[in-house]
């Protein structure tokens, strides 16, 4: 089968490791030269790992590329999505599989991604499948184990997504609460900050599975409001990519709280940071719908202020543990 990965960075050339090892015609689109050249010459990707690419995998700076794919997997960050979307929409055939991998919320609309990509392509009846657990690229890129899920509503397609990808050492599941996925794995990375600040300010295991434990309530009743399964929580989408980014020095959230714990202070971090670190922009658009539904969301509402206000993250903690006590 012919797939076409849109995004040259870390978690499309994860991707096409997969995909490539079980034996599918992997074609990669990007915009950096230098990450296409480096796969498509050297069979790397060295900006993101040491670890050798598939050498079947290829990679072009020409969007056309996609043209006569199957599936094509949107490996970018959320706030590019729909751009990317929309500038390969007319290469795509009518009924294409839209595999979209970013975790996160439209920057303006707040939508949930697979609403996004379902206005994108509309015009192509694309099929939308949110293949989405946790994952870091680092692991799966070397071939370690790894379980995630492929969310959707429609069945057959999120069947031939699994199909497509599962091979000995990458098992996909099914789900089909997209609201509880899609909402699980983009607020995991607001609390994989809230840890990594933990971290940063010298607190250990009592205080980081205190955070977990009561992120996870937290997560669970934001997703319960706009209409999820609860049980979701309890899966791949909510407490397993909770866990991976919350104890994890791959994760990218987890190190950017990391940095402004020990700093004390976001500023040196939002002044120098080139990494994709979705948290942030998650933690800004779960802050702002929080509030007007009047959601109780404590630890976002600290990691907000830490983030956009200038609150020290010592401050931010103190204040968590001084609110009113009540029952779990
Ligand atoms: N890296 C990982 O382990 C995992 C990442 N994800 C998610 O996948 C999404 C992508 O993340 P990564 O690949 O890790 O990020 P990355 O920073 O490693 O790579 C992002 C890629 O997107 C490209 N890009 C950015 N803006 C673009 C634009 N406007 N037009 C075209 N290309 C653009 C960049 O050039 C780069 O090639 C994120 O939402 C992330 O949360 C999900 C699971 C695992
Ligand atoms: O989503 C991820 C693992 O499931 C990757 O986490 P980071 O974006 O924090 O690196």
């Known amino acids: ?57 290829k990679a072009s700076t020409d969007i056309q590329v996609v043209k006569g794919s199957q599936i094509v997997l949107m490996a970018v960050p959320s706030i590019a999505l729909e751009s990317v979307a929309k500038q390969v929409s007319p290469y795509l055939e009518e009924g294409v599989i839209i595999v979209n991998v970013a975790k996160g919320f439209h920057p303006i609309s707040h939508e949930r991604l697979s609403v996004v990509l379902q206005k994108a392509f509309q015009n192509k009846q694309a099929r939308i499948v949110s293949l989405i657990g946790p994952s870091h690229a680092e692991e799966v890129v070397l071939r370690l184990l790894t379980s995630i899920n492929a969310v959707s ?37 607001v609390m994989a900050i809230a840890s990594g600040i933990l971290d940063g300010l010298g607190q250990g295991d009592n205080a980081r599975a205190a955070l977990m434990t009561r992120g996870l309530a937290e997560i669970s ?29 791959h994760s990218r959230n987890f190190m950017a709280g990391y940095e402004i714990g020990r700093e004390d202070s976001a500023k040196k971090f939002l002044e120098n940071n080139q990494k994709t670190v979705e948290g942030m922009y998650a933690c800004k658009i779960v802050y702002l719908e929080a509030k007007k539904h009047h959601i109780d969301m404590p630890i976002t509402n600290e990691v907000y202020a830490v983030l956009y206000e200038g609150k020290k993250p010592s401050q931010a903690m103190i204040d968590l543990m001084a609110r009113e006590l009540k029952e779990e």
């Open 221 to 249: 009743r934001y997703g319960i409001y706009f209409g999820s399964k609860p049980e979701t929580f309890l899966g791949l989408d909510g407490v397993g990519d909770l866990i991976v980014t919350c104890t994890s020095r």
């Open 1 to 57: 089968m012919k797939i076409s990965i849109l995004g040259t960075g870390s978690w499309g050339s994860g991707l096409a490791q997969v995909l490539a090892d079980n034996g599918h015609e992997v074609q990669m689109w990007g915009k950096e030269i230098t990450e296409v050249e480096d796969i498509q010459n050297n069979h790397h990707n060295s900006k993101f790992f040491t670890a050798a690419l598939n050498p079947s995998i």
């Open 153 to 189: 509503e429609d069945e057959e397609a999120s069947r031939i997504v699994q199909e497509v990808f599962s091979n000995h050492y990458f098992r996909v599941y099914r789900n089909y609460d997209l609201i509880g996925a899609e909402i699980g794995v983009a607020l995991k990375n």
